[in-house]
Nanobody, 119 residues
Framework: QVQLVESGGGLVQPGESLRLSCVVS????????MGWYRQAPGKQRELAAV???????NYADSVKGRFTISRDNAKNTVYLQMNSLKPDDTAVYYC?????????????WGQGTQVTVSS
């Protein structure tokens, strides 16, 4: 099994920054992708940013140029640096890990961390 523990959420004002962290533990072999999704009230969960094992990244158009995803393999941690935050960024942010298990890609989710952007 894989365990994910997120931290770093909070309440900030528009224009401020936050950094989310997700520590991955357990059976971490064969992880192929790590990322962050978010879910605003009344909306579906959506991609924010992902990073593959090769280091390639993909961002939602709404966060490009403001958010940066990175990973520290030595610490088994993935980060999401969020700058120039807007009220529309308010959501619960979930860490996701994709792992190969029995030849299939399985998803593992964290418990979520709340980010609120408000003046």
């Amino acid at each position: 099994q894989v365990q994910l523990v997120e931290s770093g959420g909070g309440l900030v004002q528009p224009g401020e920054s936050l950094r989310l962290s997700c520590v991955v533990s357990g059976s971490i072999s064969d992880i192929i992708r790590m990322g962050w999704y978010r879910q605003a009230p009344g909306k579906q969960r959506e991609l924010a940013a992902v990073i593959n094992n090769g280091g390639s990244t993909n961002y939602a158009d709404s966060v490009k140029g403001r958010f940066t995803i990175s990973r520290d393999n030595a610490k088994n941690t993935v980060y999401l640096q969020m700058n120039s935050l807007k009220p529309d960024d308010t959501a619960v942010y979930y860490c996701l890990v994709n792992k190969i298990r029995f030849g299939l890609i399985q998803d593992y989710w964290g418990q979520g961390t709340q980010v609120t952007v408000s003046s």
